[in-house]
């Protein structure tokens, strides 16, 4: 950068010098052109220098590294997105649960994309309930969670 510069005041001082040692008339009219083409050349040098190539290189890597970006990105909103689901989902079966004597329960939900949304689609019950109880929460996942009695699995003692 500071050679960029050297040569940016290089140039203005020898068109200058060139300015004032040229006689009056129209030669100094074209000496005074050619001097602000030699000075526009030396400011624009580093445009000049660009290589195609080089650019097209730069802006690949930036739009890999910008997917990239947007992958993770997408990945940490989906699977901050299955949490809250997660967590709702377990609270609401676990409130059904209340309803009934001697429940003890862990809950965990399977995600699937459906329409760009994490869904539960499948849930691991592990604990403590009545065949009786486990029947309604079954119903219930099914009902109002879509949780198909297939993709139940129901660990109870």
């Given amino acids: 950068m500071k050679q960029y510069f050297l040569s940016i005041c290089a140039a203005a001082l020898l068109c200058y010098l060139w300015q004032a040692l040229t006689p009056d008339g129209a030669g100094k009219k074209r000496s005074w052109l050619i001097g602000s083409l030699i000075l526009v050349l030396v400011i624009l040098s580093p445009l000049i220098a660009l290589d195609a190539d080089d650019i097209f290189e730069s802006f690949t890597d930036y739009e890999a ?93």
């Fill in 65 to 157: 590294e910008t997917d990239d970006l947007q992958k993770e990105a997408a990945d940490q909103t989906r699977s901050a997105m299955e949490t809250i689901i997660s967590e709702r989902c377990t609270e609401y079966i676990l409130e059904q649960a209340e309803k009934f004597e001697n429940v003890s329960l862990q809950i965990s939900f399977t995600f699937a994309l459906q329409n760009g949304l994490p869904t539960p689609v499948g849930v691991q019950i592990t604990g403590r309930c009545t065949a009786h109880t486990q029947q309604l929460l079954q119903q219930i996942l099914e009902d109002d969670l879509g949780i198909p009695m297939e993709r139940q699995v129901w660990n109870i003692t």
